[in-house]
């Protein structure tokens, strides 16, 4: 066994007897607990819409529901009829029945749901559900490298999980392509400029690689993700015609102006500084400033870690909490991104040390998403995911800070 390997075992083994309850065993136990609960609670909300029929309880895979139905009026109308508001409203009501959602997603991810229509709802949530835990749990297991035996229950109970599952987003699709093109561009250039185009689905969510790839001299990532983003956009357009990005674009003009800016009930599960402000009754233009200004400090303290040559674990990890802050229209289902920093940070800190508030702000960053979930569902205070995403950055610089005065190498 290598020296470094053996080192970071005494390492947690030396953390588990210093921090007493703070143990492998006792992480697990606790994170079985939690899962039990967790799947108690699903398998109760299951059997209360599927068996009892109750008219309160909704079904899970809300935006799951979005995209099928668009899927469905592609396949029957043509592509641009899932951009249609008036169509799709009357295609989701079977499943949504008082509610409606647009489907606010670009051409690439309409081709990429495109065959789900061909199967029934049912069969087809399971599938992308089943698929979404594949790859979740695949890319918290590469970013843990070696992982200690007791990885699984922590990774199967993170609260990001199940608020993706539970809505039926792409959340793990989008965290699996971030995670494999950090984890690839140090290794195999193209393959990571093609994990990083495939966020095309999600655009938003790849705003930062430019900067990373920039600050870190990653020519030949920079030059795969170009090429492949390019062909990517294409295909849309050359599958359903040009007119596709016409009906993309209108369709993003209305929802900008009647949910991103001002449907407070939705801004509500926003984790972000803009979806607090605008729900604490702030104006547009001074919520946007406010947002732009702490988006700005993250995406400074970033640059400064990419081009300090932090190592990668480090710089990882900031680049996925600096596009986290960076948005200022994010759901909670995104915050199941999470997963990423909180396993490399959980590897950085096997081998390098960490300090008791570091391991808290982990332990909050690991927590957070079920409170911005609660905040939906239940809970009257606003979100807290900002702060808590403030606070895993600094986590971040500081440890990329004591390695430089170390003279830790990259």
Known sequence: ????????????????????????????????????????????????????????????????????????????????????????????????????????????????VYPIAAVSYGVALLLVSVAGIVLYLGTVRAALGKAPAMWLFPALAFPGLWAALLAGQNSLITAAACCAALLLMRRNALAAGACIALLCIKPQLGVLFPMLLLCERRWRVLASATACSALFLALPALSFGPDIYAAFAHSMAMFRATVAEHDTVILRGAPTVFGVLRTAGMDLAPAYVL????????????????????????????????????????????????????????????????????????????????????????????????????????????RHLLARRAGQPA
């Open 1 to 112: 066994m290598p020296v470094a390997t053996e080192n970071a075992h005494a390492y947690a083994r030396a953390a588990a007897v210093r921090h007493g309850w703070l143990n492998a065993e006792r992480v697990r136990l606790y994170a079985a607990a939690l899962l039990v609960i967790e799947c108690a609670l699903v398998g109760a909300w299951w059997y209360g819409h599927w068996v009892l029929s109750h008219p309160e309880i909704r079904s899970m895979g809300w935006d799951f529901a979005v995209y099928w139905s668009a899927s469905g009026l592609a396949q029957a109308l043509g592509a641009p009829a899932a951009y249609d508001w008036e169509l799709l409203r009357v295609a989701e009501r079977p499943l949504l029945h008082d509610t409606f959602g647009p489907f606010a997603y670009p051409p690439t991810f309409l081709l990429m």
């Open 291 to 398: 947002h732009a200004i702490a988006a700005a400090i993250a995406m400074a303290v970033c640059a400064w870690i990419w081009l300090t040559r932090a190592r990668r674990e480090l710089s990882a990890s900031a680049l996925v909490v600096g596009t986290l802050l960076a948005q200022p229209y994010m759901i909670y289902y995104d915050l199941a991104w999470l997963a990423i920093p909180l396993a490399l940070l959980s590897v950085d800190m096997m081998r390098h040390g960490s300090h008791w508030l570091e391991r808290l702000v982990l332990l909050l960053a690991w927590l957070v998403p079920a409170h911005a979930l609660l905040v939906v569902i239940a809970l009257p205070t606003p979100q807290v995911a900002p702060g808590v995403l403030l606070a895993l950055l600094c986590v971040i610089a500081r």
